[in-house]
């Protein structure tokens, strides 16, 4: 096992938290930041056919909410923003005299309404994932 | 690195620099030194040993140098491809720890074409993991088979047009 890895993910609570199996005993505190990742197939050099490691799949990234002596609840703190809604909005004005007159007074206006910010979700979190320090 | 060591040493201007030193060592030896005098062996091996002793620490310096981090490769070529994640995985090299944004490079016919723009997603003990990001449409599907990615080349190297298309998908 890596020297990198902290802890080991024993519980799922929902898709933002997970609970790792070290707590307050273990020096981990509560704000300390971790990336959780799944452990996937072993990978082999083709060069030379060596073994090199486990590839680390990436669920997301989380900080300690909760902290208490074994144990300590991880939630993500990444947001993800969708897209900005840029809307063109054409109005037209043709009040009798004038649109005799003068024709169709038209209004262009311009908006830019901003994305929505919503949290990531750990991305196929389950029990035996890997909680490394950041 | 090794060759740019051997090169400073056997310079023009490393030749004078050993022509000088032997001169003001021989001239500090010969001003406080009584070469006619005899002297004992031991003292003669007690030099030779301290000599030795200090070229060999010089060379495992030298050796050091040689094999640092100029002397890893500026190019990888990835060992797979995840395409769950879109993610090329690599061996470990030094070179791309502080480089967030790659270019993968596609060699055909002698010439090296940028087929992805990605940024590295995790480094591992051994390997480290390439997520793409942009999709430069130069090829239909990205490589998977061993024989395919020997064709593709991570670089820390991107186009300054590739980064100012990376900067429109953001905006």
Known sequence: MSDRYFGKVVAVNNKYQVVINKGSSHGLEEGQKFLIVGLGDILIDPDTGDPLEKLEIVRGRAVAVHVQSTIATL?????????????????????????????????????????????????????????IKL | ????????????????FAIGALGFLSGVVTLFVDTSSNISIKWLLFTFLVAISITLILLKVIFDLANGVGGQSFSENP???????????????????????????????????????????????????????????????????????????????????ALAQLKNLES
């Open chain 1, 75 to 131: 939630k993500t703190y990444d947001y993800q923003k969708n897209e900005d809604v840029r809307e063109i909005k054409k109005v037209k004005a043709n009040s009798s005299l004038a649109y005799a007159f003068l024709g169709a007074d038209e209004t262009i206006t311009e908006s830019i309404k901003p994305g929505d910010k919503y949290l990531m979700p750990l991305e196929g979190a389950e029990i035996g994932d890997i909680a």
């Open chain 2, 1 to 16: 690195m090794s060759q740019r060591i051997i090169n400073s040493i056997f310079s023009l201007s490393g030749l004078a």
């Open chain 2, 79 to 161: 060992i797979r491809f995840v395409s769950e994640e879109r993610v090329f995985v690599i061996r470990r090299n030094d070179n791309f720890l502080n480089n967030i944004i790659v270019g993968c490079y596609v060699h055909e016919n002698e010439i090296d074409r940028l087929a992805y723009l990605g940024v590295v997603h995790l480094v591992q003990d051994k390997v480290i993991q390439i997520k793409i990001e942009i999709d430069m449409g130069l090829l239909d599907k990205v490589p998977e088979s061993s024989i395919e990615l020997k064709s593709i080349f991570v670089r820390a190297v991107v186009p300054v047009t």
